[in-house]
């Protein structure tokens, strides 16, 4: 059956028709290290150059060439904005050069990319177009390969590179000028630099002024492709902006007529419609993955092998970042004759380098992006609808060298449903190495940082909190000698901390070797149609201690064969990956050998060195063992699940630790090893807080003693998490339109509990521990969803305790008999051990009062087909927190716009709080107004129902929170459920009071009515009507004479306190 994709404007049919256009050859001539400049004559030389000049001069940024050199002359800072294709990345440094604004003794020029291939590429076609060996005038500086020299003028570099060059030259002094290219992409680095920059110009324009030798002020270009220039333009203090022409030739875009089911599928019958069709051209196809470009090129050259004789050939060139350099460049280089070249891309191909012969782009509007929550800590790599202006960037790489075709996978419908940009990833990934590179190129405060867009605040208070528990930073939040040696390694964090360790653990070279291949993609390899081989084949790797360590068997029988191509492919052995992890090796060896570290230092067989050693790193990423069989994180009482492909997935031993927690269908951890409880404490004995030992024994006093001075250490970073304040108990849940097949259980927003952070506790019980730790000191309940009668484990009494436990039960005795005729079950008493670890319910009650007022707030918003819906407890009397404020985090959180949601979730809080505040500020009598309380909720596995009376004069005390963790322990369920019982009691309590309020004011209300009607206003004061001497008919006269009145009067009463208080909020 003949498959066919749709698009607007443009039949397509499957027939062949006859290749009319005459085919030319492509030519492209490489310049390698001078090789080609030594073969030219002079004349050819010249002939050579004046061509490259004549191609210079068609591009659309040349014919502003003056008007750029005059702007970068009068200017400290120019924000250039020009389309795809306009030349503006290879042109501009040569305009500096050329104009004699950089030199080798005024200082050089640095041009910025987000990747390396776009830097090495850039560099090449530079000295190209200069005539010049690369290396000497233009060279790139990349991770691996370094071509710059101290000739250098012009180098292309990664952002990282110019990072770590700011390490060793905190004022960048060898550059004269900094080109930012690439800002639309607005990774974390280039986001990084963006402030670091903008402070180092500013330092150098007043030492300059100052007239210290040596120093000449930094000059700063910001180039994009897409219109937000006004936005860079005011981070950098207003800079000139310069508009520059778009791209030499026109692009047709063209939408599909309906949504395609299958990316991959409606791609490749695309690609032969276009190859069956249209004429000369090559393809580039839009993809979001490695996986999805190896599987579509396997798919076109099977087709393609079922082609007509006569036809075209097709040569499948896949691109993404993982690819090694010589692959790479087979991109760039010219198909052969009667050959049409298919590109196969990620986003790598979006900006920065241009690939000759594209006519037709084939975009199928997704992209993998990395997301992660800072509650829980967890990774995330999706597929995500891309933004308008990485569309606009895709269409664009058709018009580079003529007009073209752009064939969108998506309707236009969904083309203006799509946000305008791609969310900074600064705002969406782990900050830990970020603050780190921060704190170590002399920025102390990275929470006020002057970020371009500032990440939640809770993303940086967690990076501070992991720097923090790793030693890196100090109790004031500077960087500690520790942390100056991790920051001197191209890794994370923890994989600093583990290479630094190592030496005490006598394991360098093991560590180096592991680290170096957790740092590329999977090395191993799984076709689809031979699992079972591979799968079988990976059996004699496997170490039973778990996945570090089968890699190490690996890498060992890898050398021992050298490498051998068909080794890697007998045992299914990514041979690409494996070689990146040596140069990643290669150059941790180096690192380490300028450290005073022994590369050389082996454990030998003593595989358990290595694994505790790894622990000193990610002693945060470990989990125990659980009775049910599943682990439980140490740090956060999470559930956690193994992934399938690790060595230790299906086995049960005491602990594990791990790289990473990731959401892809589920919550999986990767890399994982088998550990041993006893180890935690000696690998962070300051971490850990009453952590116990495999034999079930205490810590040692002076540990214990140890752990309770590192939390008192931690409290100034504890204070930084407002969100914890004020953040309610409840799970909110969103409803995304493009979105529908998650499940709210399946969102990873963070839950903090409120009742527990503002106890008033001693200095001897400084932390107020997680229910998840009171787990093994409480009887628990068994039972299931219909049981009305629990059993209950019996332990070892305190008989004090339970006489108090007692009373204090039958101070809170409900009625047993409701409307319905009813009775509430006898819950059985409960017994508790005594450990004064430990908190129990009763002593919570007699720590303090809480020093707050809680208002029941409920969120429903429904904005542009995304329905909010949460509830929590706020408190009035919270100092630091507004309304809009915290909805701002809500909305980081949720990911939602913040200029959609913000101030209607403000207003909402904001309305319910004055409402509550206008009813909490009238005095009830001081007589007892009991109210009936009714509680129909979903507790655990048990669907409880119940009611009682409560006293009015109680609501604002903390009786509510005190009642929902005695229910909650009496029902055996989580302390994550006492705020869910709690919000329920002061709903109905707030409304029972309003109402009870309401009926008071009209009652008063109608008496100050009968005063006006019946005495003169200075004679009110001294009289008392006598309501029951009127007559049914005189009193309802008069109720309907003063209607009018009462309401007014009620307006104004209500309006007036409403406005005395919004002063105050």
């Known amino acids: 059956m003949k498959r066919v994709i749709h698009f607007e404007d443009q039949e397509p049919e499957w027939e062949f028709k006859a290749n009319n256009v005459e085919n030319k050859k492509r030519k492209k001539e490489k310049f390698n290290n001078g090789e080609k400049r030594k073969k030219l004559s002079n004349a050819d030389y010249k002939k050579k150059k004046k061509e490259m000049l004549d191609f210079r001069k068609q591009l659309p940024i040349y014919s502003g060439r003056e008007a750029i050199i005059n702007a970068l002359k009068e200017n400290s800072t120019v924000i250039v904005m020009g389309e795809t294709g306009s030349g503006k990345t290879t042109q501009i440094p040569q305009f ?5 604004l950089a030199s080798k003794e005024l200082g050089a020029v640095a041009v910025t990319q987000p990747r390396r291939v776009a830097a090495v590429n850039l560099a090449r076609r530079v000295a190209e177009e200069t005539m010049t060996r690369l290396g000497s005038k233009v060279g790139y500086t990349v991770r691996f390969d370094d071509t710059s020299s101290s000739e250098t003028i012009i180098k292309y570099l990664t952002d990282g590179m110019l990072l770590r060059e700011i390490l060793s030259d905190e004022l960048l002094l060898r550059y004269k000028f900094v080109i930012l290219d690439e800002a639309h992409e607005r990774t974390l680095r280039t986001d990084m630099l963006f402030g670091m920059i903008k402070k180092i110009q500013k330092i150098r324009e007043e030492k300059h002024k100052r007239g210290e030798a040596g120093i000449e002020p930094l000059k700063v270009v910001v180039m994009s492709a897409t219109l937000d220039a006004e936005k860079f333009s005011e981070f950098f203090n207003h800079a000139k902006i310069l508009y520059i022409s778009g791209r030499l030739y026109p692009v047709d875009t063209l939408f599909t007529t309906e949504p395609q089911a299958d990316y991959i599928d409606a791609a490749l019958v695309s690609i032969f419609q276009i190859h069956v069709n249209n004429p000369k051209g090559d393809i580039l196809v839009f993809l979001p993955g490695q996986e999805a470009i190896e599987s579509l ?9 079922q082609l007509r004789p006569n036809q075209q050939k097709l040569l499948t060139c896949p691109l993404f970042a993982a690819l090694p350099p010589s692959q790479q460049q087979k991109v760039f280089d010219p198909a052969p004759e009667n050959t049409r070249k298919v590109v196969l891309a990620t986003n790598i191909a979006e900006t920065s380098i241009t690939i000759s012969g594209i006519k037709y782009v084939i975009d199928c509007g997704l992209a993998k992006l990395r997301g992660f929550n800072p509650k829980i800590g967890v990774e995330s790599l999706l597929l995500h609808p891309i933004s308008k202006s990485s569309a606009w960037q895709r269409t664009g790489r058709a018009g580079r060298e003529q007009a073209g075709v752009c064939y969108r996978l998506y309707t236009e419908e969904t083309f203006r449903e799509l946000e305008d940009d791609t969310v900074p990833e600064i705002r969406r990934c782990n900050l830990a190495a970020a603050v780190l590179a921060l704190k170590a190129s002399g920025i102390e405060d990275v929470l006020d940082f002057d970020y371009m867009d500032r990440p939640s605040r809770a993303s940086l208070v967690r990076a501070l909190e992991e720097l923090y528990a790793l030693g890196a930073i100090n109790d004031q939040g500077q960087l500690s000698e ?13 994989f600093s901390k583990v290479l630094i360790q190592s030496k005490e653990y006598g394991c360098t070279l093991e560590a ?4 170096s291949l957790l740092s ?14 591979a799968a079988e084949a990976r059996k004699k790797f496997i170490h039973p201690d778990g996945d570090h360590l089968t890699l190490l068997n690996v890498l060992k029988s890898y050398w021992e064969v050298k490498g051998d191509i068909e080794w890697c492919r007998e045992n299914f052995i990514n041979n690409r990956n494996m070689k990146v992890a040596l140069e990643v090796r290669d150059q941790l060896i180096r690192f380490c050998e300028r450290v005073d570290l022994d590369p050389n230092s082996s454990c030998g067989t003593e595989t358990d060195n290595l694994l505790k050693c790894f622990i000193t790193g990610f002693f945060q990423n470990t989990a125990l063992l659980q009775p049910d069989g599943s682990y439980k994180s140490v740090t956060g009482g999470q559930l956690i699940k193994i992934h399938p492909g690790s060595v230790m997935f299906g086995k049960r031993v005491e602990g594990i630790f791990y790289n990473e927690l990731v959401f892809t269908t589920k919550h999986y951890v990767r890399n994982v090893s088998a550990i041993q409880s006893a180890w935690l404490p000696l690998a962070a004995p300051k971490y850990f807080n009453n952590m116990k030992t495999s034999n079930n024994q205490p810590l040692p006093p002076h540990l214990l003693q140890q752990q309770q001075q590192q939390q008192q250490q931690q409290q100034y970073l504890q204070q930084q998490q407002l969100i914890q304040q004020q953040r309610g108990m409840f799970y909110p849940q969103v409803a995304y339109p493009m979105m529908a097949n998650i499940k709210p259980s399946d969102r990873t927003h963070g839950v903090f509990s409120t009742y527990p952070a503002r106890l008033k506790h001693s200095n001897d019980n400084a932390l107020l521990l997680p229910e998840s730790y009171l787990t093994n000191k409480r009887t628990r309940f068994a039972g299931s969803e219909s049981d009305d009668d629990f059993y209950v484990d019996e332990s070892d009494e305190d008989e004090e305790g339970n006489k108090e436990r007692e009373e204090e039960d039958k101070k809170r005795s409900v009625n047993k008999s409701n409307q319905n005729g009813q009775t509430r079950p006898d819950w059985p008493k409960i017994t508790r051990k005594k ?13 303090s009062e809480i020093e707050e007022i809680l208002v029941p707030v409920r969120l429903d918003i429904d904005i542009d087909s995304i329905r909010l819906r949460d509830r929590f407890l706020w408190n009035m009397n919270e100092q630091y927190l507004t309304p ?14 913040q200029y959609k949601f913000v101030q209607p979730i403000a207003d909402s809080i904001r309305s319910q709080v004055l409402d509550f505040e206008s009813v909490n500020t009238i005095q009830l009598p001081k007589t007892h107004v009991r109210v009936l309380i009714k509680l129909d909720l979903q507790i655990g596995k048990v669907n409880y129902k119940d009611q009682f009376e409560w006293d009015l004069q109680n609501d604002n005390t903390n009786a509510p929170e005190v009642f929902s963790r005695q229910l909650a322990a009496e029902l055996g369920v989580g302390g994550e459920y006492v705020g869910i019982i709690s919000h329920a009691i002061r709903e109905q309590l707030f409304r029972h009071k309003k109402q009870y309020v309401e009926e008071l004011m009209i009652e008063g209300e109608i008496r100050s009515a009968l005063d006006n009607v019946y005495r003169p206003m200075d004679e009110i004061k001294h009289w008392e009507p006598q309501i029951e001497t009127l007559s049914n008919d005189e009193l309802e006269k008069l109720l309907i004479s003063q209607e009018r009145n009462i309401r007014r009067m009620r307006r104004e009463t209500r309006f007036k306190r409403s406005a005395r208080r919004i002063s105050n909020y």
């Open 884 to 897: 809009e404020k915290f909805a701002e985090m809500l909305c980081e959180d949720l990911e939602l716009p």
């Open 482 to 494: 520790l942390g100056k040696q991790m920051a001197g390694f191209p890794l994370d964090p923890m």
């Open 297 to 305: 090129t396997a798919l076109v050259n099977d087709y393609a092998s």
């Open 512 to 515: 180096i070797s592991i680290i």
């Open 835 to 847: 450990n004064n670890l430990y908190y129990s319910d009763l002593d919570l009650t007699k720590i």
């Open 520 to 533: 590329v993609d999977s090395i191993f390899f799984t076709p689809s149609d031979k699992r079972e081989q």
């Open 96 to 100: 500096i050069v050329e104009a004699g």
